[in-house]
């Protein structure tokens, strides 16, 4: 049975070594640390913002089936990437410019990605 004092120099070693061949996000994510907060759902689409995610600060669309993966900007809720419909489009800027929502999510994104 490893002791507490033999699993710290095991846990040192073995993230020297993934630290020399991962940034800090890929380990996270390889690791299972990355985390999500759906931030609501609109029309069985899923709002999600991912900690340790990449710039520029941005939220994530899915729906359970992919007919819905995409992103966008939480400055200003412009469409980045993905695939949506227009009719679903309406309906994530509909969310989009509720002043709370907005508010929720510039928070959400800014404690999520402070140590980065």
Do not use: C
Not at 34 to 59: K, L, W
Not at 74 to 86: W, Y
């Amino acid at each position: 049975m490893e002791t507490n004092n033999e699993y710290a120099i095991l846990e040192r070693i073995l993230s020297e070594i993934i630290a020399f061949y991962f940034s800090k996000e890929s380990i996270e994510s390889y690791v299972g640390y990355e985390t999500r907060e759906r931030i609501g759902t609109v029309n069985g689409m899923q709002v999600i913002i991912y900690s340790n995610d990449h710039n520029p600060p941005h939220f994530h669309v899915k729906t359970n089936d992919n007919r819905v993966n995409a992103k966008f900007k939480i400055e200003n809720g412009e469409f980045l990437s993905g695939e949506i419909s227009t009719k679903d489009l309406k309906r994530i800027e509909l969310f989009y410019n509720d002043i709370k929502t907005k508010i929720l999510m510039e928070k959400i994104w800014s404690k999520k990605n402070i140590q980065k």
